[in-house]
């Protein structure tokens, strides 16, 4: 089994930053793609920002130029830093880890974290 940990949310002002962590433990040979995806109230999941493991990232239109992902594939653990927060941004943000092989040539399967809560106060 594999599990998804993420730290780092929080509450800032209108403005500020935050980083999340999302680290991958268990049993774990690769993982493809890692990520982030947010919901708001009464809003659907939506994707933030995903990155391969070569390091090719997406993102969504409204957190470009202020967000920015990265990956340690050594450590199986993604980042998110967040930078020029608004209200709109408030939500559970949840880690993504797509593709998870145990073992070499293994099912690949997809895993969520717990999700965090980021609060933007205006």
């Known amino acids: 089994q594999v599990q998804l940990v993420e730290s780092g949310g929080g509450l800032v002002q209108t403005g500020g930053s935050l980083r999340l962590s999302c680290a991958a433990s268990?049993?774990?040979?690769?993982?493809?793609?890692m990520g982030w995806y947010r919901q708001a109230p009464g809003k659907q999941r939506e994707l933030v920002a995903t990155?391969?493991?070569?390091?090719?990232?997406n993102y969504a239109d409204s957190v470009k130029d202020r967000f920015t992902i990265s990956r340690d594939n050594a450590k199986n653990t993604t980042y998110l830093q967040m930078n020029s927060l608004k209200p709109e941004d408030t939500a559970v943000y949840y880690c993504y880890a797509g593709g998870v092989r145990n073992i070499i040539r293994g099912v690949r399967r997809d895993y969520w974290g717990q999700g965090t809560q980021v609060t933007v106060s205006s």
């Open positions: 990155i391969t493991s070569g390091g090719s990232t």
């Open positions: 268990g049993r774990i040979f690769s993982i493809n793609a």
